[in-house]
């Protein structure tokens, strides 16, 4: 494309039959349009040669040959020969824009750019058609920085003058006023058309032919082949044809039939045709609209049939000529010959006088003006008198910096937008490990659970360890066992009160779950009834229920006098008549010894074994399911198909059979051996371990897969203890890259973030090097040799320990089951019982 020139010619007629002259850019096509209007002179010898030497009529034939529209140019570096870059300019392009629009390419400065010519610069107000081009009309660059800024000619794409030479040659494409549309029905085979304005949209053709189907717009869908078109698309934008005709296939999200009927009512138009007919001395293509409008036939009289009484009238199925001027009904006479009018529009004189002075008539003078011809402006003269480019580049440096301050106002938005952004995610992560230190703080003061007091038997166990090195650097032997035989009183101390504290809060958990059990079996049976009322029902069984409830929560009142304590013993002993147990008898025989001994005057704390037995032994009657068979049998039944439904073990400690959700789960495990009671127990087999910061390292693991949809992650089926054992014995407590030992701000992340979270694709840092590892996309590119190394083998140790996991992840991915062992927030039992079915089966 280098060699060719475009040229596109207009060729206005000057007067003569020879006298054509071809204007070949656009600018000499803007100075022929915006030149003054003039006449022009016929070329003959004996006319005289006008005053006016500047006149358009005398104009030389060469002053109308313009340059060529568009000229090639290609820019060369020669600071690297083998790069280089062409476009296409027009040839009245000067050089100061050609230089800006290089510049701009290249996002370089304008004012560092230099452009050359045989080593000569060029001045920025020469125009391309001045410079001395090759053969072809292409001319070649050099171009320089001053300060040599490193640039490549390379680095443009060449779409972009290739794109605009093709777009200077190809012709426009015609606008047409109205399109015809021809819609394609797929699943009724029906075709009809309709013409709309080029101009509509296609979200407002939908709304015509929603109210003309009575359908929703929305159910509408106007396809291109297989491409749906977008509802703010214009009818000038589809491929239509020359004759304006476009095909469109019309269908519904429903798959709903639409009815025809009513487009036979209102849709005059059913298709069109291009027919080809002759036209002077050649061909013309014509759109012919095929119409299917029922006509309104004519009565043309008829006949009675005097037997059965039926009306027959004449008909006729032509089809609707060109209608009469009169009408068959208004037609009762011959038609006879009359004279036609013709109306023809003239154009009559009008005189008017116009009076001048002469010897008769006076006309004053006083309001005359005089008029002087001025000097003839050329069209030059004019361009330069009016100065368009002065106020054009005004009008452009003005809109510059309105976009420039529009732009501005949008980073700032948008930076203020970031700042606030940032601001709440801080505010957010301050206010969640505020939350997570109270909350700690709570357990620690008020423990409730075994991982409560796990947590404070960490914290005296880290404790010792602190005071043992403490002791072991400051003293020497002697004071060293005094100081030793100190810590082991003070250790002993804690650990009792911790114990003492745990059974106060198992008593009282105790309490609270017979106070539940006790209020079950007393509830009486409710359902809804068909009215929708609340029906309630109080068999014999509850009502005995609920009267030993009564009898046991009065038993168990302690701020009675000894008169009524005795009175309401009396009445337990009675009540208790009615039942036939063997607990019966023993309780009344303890009932009995407690009357003695408060007339014997025993005071409560002497009273209070005795009191603790007998509250026992009364609820051991209340559980007993011969009195309770309503309540109690159905928990019994329930405990039973837990315990057929569930997988049951041998723990071996205890000697008990129990479910597999009583034992402690772990990825490492071989087998179900102890029981979580028995392990707990077991005070030699374990260490002190607080598991809080594992469980939040692991809940943010999850809450990060989970956002990320990766229910497929192993991070659903580990647990605290797994967790703790790559974050304690792979990465030894602390960040890969600060090595910051603080757990509350330790993260367990992705080290390739496009995989899987996974043992062995971790990463140990904290939370703001975390903020910053997830932009990677390559860690190995960023980070060095040795931290790379270092986090391979870690890997390497996670699938040697993990090893069984690899296996089941792979069957579990492969067979598509993973979707069911998903986990909420924390790994529950439920999602890894799939898990240790495929490791212990």
Known sequence: MGGHKVIISISPELGGKNENAGCQCELGRDKLLTAPPYRPCPMQDDVPKSRFSTAPCRRDFEQYKCPVSHTLVTFKSPMHPNEAFS?????????????????????????????????????????????????????????????????????????????????????????????????????????????????????????????????????????????????????????????????????????????LDKLYKEVPTNDVLAVTVPFGTGLRQLNVEVFSRPIEKPFLGGYKNIHTGVIYHHAFTQTPQKPEKVSPERKNCRDTQTAEEIERVLETSYNRATQMANEKVYIPSVTDKIIIPKRYETYDEMIARLNHKHYASIIQRAFRHHQFRQKVEKWLKECKERIRRMQEEDRLEREAMERRLRRDLITKTFPKTREDFDQLYAMVDRWKHGEISRISRLHSKGPKIAEFTLLLDKEVELLRCIESYRLKVREDSRKTKEKQFLEEISKPVAWFGRDGKLITMETIEIQKARKLKE????????????????????????????????????????????????????????????????????????????????????????????????????????????????????????????????????????????????????????????????????????????????????????????????????????WHVAEDWSPWNCFLVTVEEMKEHLKLENPEAVYDEELVSKVANKHKLARANFEQLISINKRFTESGDWQGIRAPAIAHVNAVDRITLGKFV
């Open 87 to 259: 476009k296409v300019f027009p040839s009245n392009t000067p050089i100061k824009f050609v230089k800006r629009k290089l510049a701009k390419l290249l996002s370089i400065s304008n004012s560092n750019l230099l452009l050359t010519i045989n080593r000569s610069i060029l001045k920025e107000t020469s125009l391309l058609s001045n410079l001395k081009t090759d053969a072809h009309g292409n001319l070649t660059i050099d171009v320089y920085t001053k300060d040599s800024e490193k640039f490549a000619l390379s680095s443009i794409p060449k779409e972009n003058y290739v794109h605009e030479l093709l777009q200077s040659i190809l012709p426009k494409k015609r606008a047409l006023p109205f399109i015809a549309i021809k819609f394609r029905i797929r699943n009724q085979l029906s075709i009809f058309t309709r013409s709309y304005h080029s101009a509509i949209k296609i979200h407002e053709i939908k709304k015509n032919l929603a109210g003309l189907f009575q359908v929703a717009p929305d159910n509408l869908v106007l396809l291109r082949g297989e491409n749906p078109l977008k509802d703010r698309m214009a009818l000038l934008d589809l491929d239509y044809n020359k004759y304006g005709i476009v095909e469109v296939e019309l269908l519904t999200k429903d798959n709903k039939k639409l009815n």
């Open 551 to 750: 009898l046991y929560n009065s038993f168990l009142r302690d701020d009675l006098e000894v008169n009524e304590r005795i009175e309401l013993l009396v009445d337990m002993r009675a009540a208790l008549q009615e039942f036939s147990h063997d607990l019966v008898d023993e309780i009344v025989a303890l009932l009995d010894r407690e009357c003695d001994l408060l007339v014997r005057r025993c005071d409560d704390h002497q009273l209070e074994f005795l009191r603790r037995r007998i509250s026992a032994s009364v609820l051991q009657l209340i559980k007993t399911s011969e009195l309770n068979s309503g309540v109690t049998k159905c928990k019994d039944i329930r405990d039973y198909q837990k315990m057929e439904e569930g997988r049951l073990y041998f723990c071996e400690m205890c000697h008990q059979v129990k479910l597999h959700t009583e034992f402690p789960l772990n990825a490492k495990m071989s087998g179900f051996l102890v029981c979580m009671s028995c392990s707990w127990k077991d005070v030699t087999e374990r260490l002190w371990i607080d598991m809080t910061p594992y469980r939040f390292i692991l809940r943010a693991v999850q809450r990060d897969e989970r956002r990320r949809k990766c229910w497929g992650s192993l991070a659903f089926v580990l647990q605290e203890k797994d967790i703790f054992f790559i974050v304690e014995k792979l990465w030894h407590s602390h960040s890969a890259i600060s090595e910051c030992a603080d757990m509350s701000q330790l993260r367990l992340c992705r």
